[in-house]
């Protein structure tokens, strides 16, 4: 008998919500079946079979699961008939948000409609959401995406020691060369997308800038996976270049154009932003000069990138966990980033 067990997700939750079964109890599935739904801060996940047989549930929907914990278990007896009041399709099927079942029990209880509910404007309706139905105007429930963000700053200032450091970069050769790569390769290309290439060369070098503290280690990563947050009016996303060191600039334009497309509609699979060891966070806007990124639970630095405000003259600004990276570490760092952004 095979177990359905909740994987670990991302590295910012501990606990998922299961929102819906997409096959009834007693039901026979194959291997690689969607058979549930799983809400993360992030995104609403759907969970595949990890065999084939019968699936009997171990968890209701509603229910807070933490990675790890069983679900479901997938065995060889025959599968039961699904009973007369089941549902012809499932919610994942359905037109409008799914609506978990204390969710809707509310809004049952207090009349709320269908059209009510597809206006809260998010995927995953859960009791909370309907309850701001019935609030005042005066208090306003944090959008899914903003919860996320909360929960990570609110652990980072808990839990690393983050030091600061800013340097001053002629940004003019790098927009020179941005205007051209723009016109080669026919994708947009910026400054986030000279950064990315930057900070992903100085991996080899500088192997703790992309690592983990763990205790007493340093967990080495194998690549650099280059986080950059995007924030288009619909929540603050941090998407990932996967392996950048690897990938040509045109590759990496490429892989931003569809990250700000997703931040758009907020339409991101759980790997599009799972997996970041460095995070490049944008202030390109107006009139910035100068910005403190927190560091991410996970990582070891954020880099803050601002446009030019004196002249093509910016200040680029390191965020760096003190358990893993020292001052003058970051000076040099700083510095072998600076060379190539000017270069």
């Known amino acids: ?100 079942a204390p969710a809707q029990a509310f809004a049952d ?11 809260l404007g998010v995927d995953v309706v859960r009791r909370a959401d309907v309850e701001r139905l019935l609030d005042g105007p005066a208090r306003r429930e944090l959008p899914r995406v903003q919860r996320a963000v909360a929960r990570a700053v609110e652990l980072s200032h ?55 503290y763990e205790g007493t280690h340093a967990l080495l990563s194998d690549e650099p996976n280059i986080g950059v947050t995007l924030d288009v009016g619909e929540g603050l996303y941090v998407p990932v270049v996967h392996d950048a060191a690897r990938r040509p600039l045109k590759e990496i334009a490429t892989a931003l154009m569809k990250h700000r497309l997703a931040a758009a509609s907020g339409d991101f699979k759980e790997a599009d932003l799972a997996g970041a060891n460095f995070v490049v966070t944008l202030h390109t806007e107006g009139d910035v000069v100068l910005a403190v990124p927190f560091v991410f639970p996970g990582t070891a630095c954020a880099l803050a990138v601002t446009g030019p405000s004196d002249g ?30 000017e270069g």
């Open 1 to 100: 008998m095979a177990e359905l067990r909740l994987p670990k997700l991302n590295n910012n939750d501990t606990e998922y919500l299961l929102v819906e079964w997409l096959v009834p109890d007693g039901t026979p599935v194959h291997e690689d079946d969607a058979v549930a739904v799983v809400e993360t801060s992030k995104a609403a996940e759907e969970l595949p079979a990890d065999a084939t047989g019968t699936l009997r549930h171990a968890v209701k929907p509603g229910t807070w699961c933490r990675p790890g914990e069983l679900l479901a278990t997938i065995g060889d007896e025959p599968a039961e008939p699904a009973p007369a009041t089941a549902p012809a399709a499932s919610a994942a099927s359905q037109a409008g948000p799914l609506v978990t």
């Open 109 to 119: 209880e207090h009349g709320i409609t269908a059209e009510q509910l597809a206006g």
């Open 158 to 212: 808990q839990s690393i020691p983050a030091a600061y450091l800013v340097v001053r970069m002629d940004l003019g050769p790098a927009l020179k060369r941005a205007e051209a790569a723009t016109r080669e390769v026919r994708r947009p290309v910026g400054l986030a997308e000279l950064f990315v290439q930057a900070v992903a060369g100085l991996h080899e070098k500088h192997p703790l800038f992309f690592a983990t």
């Open 312 to 341: 093509t003259v910016a200040h680029i600004g390191l965020a760096y966990d003190h358990r893993l990276v020292n001052g003058r570490d970051a000076a040099l760092f700083m510095a072998a980033l600076k060379s190539a952004i």
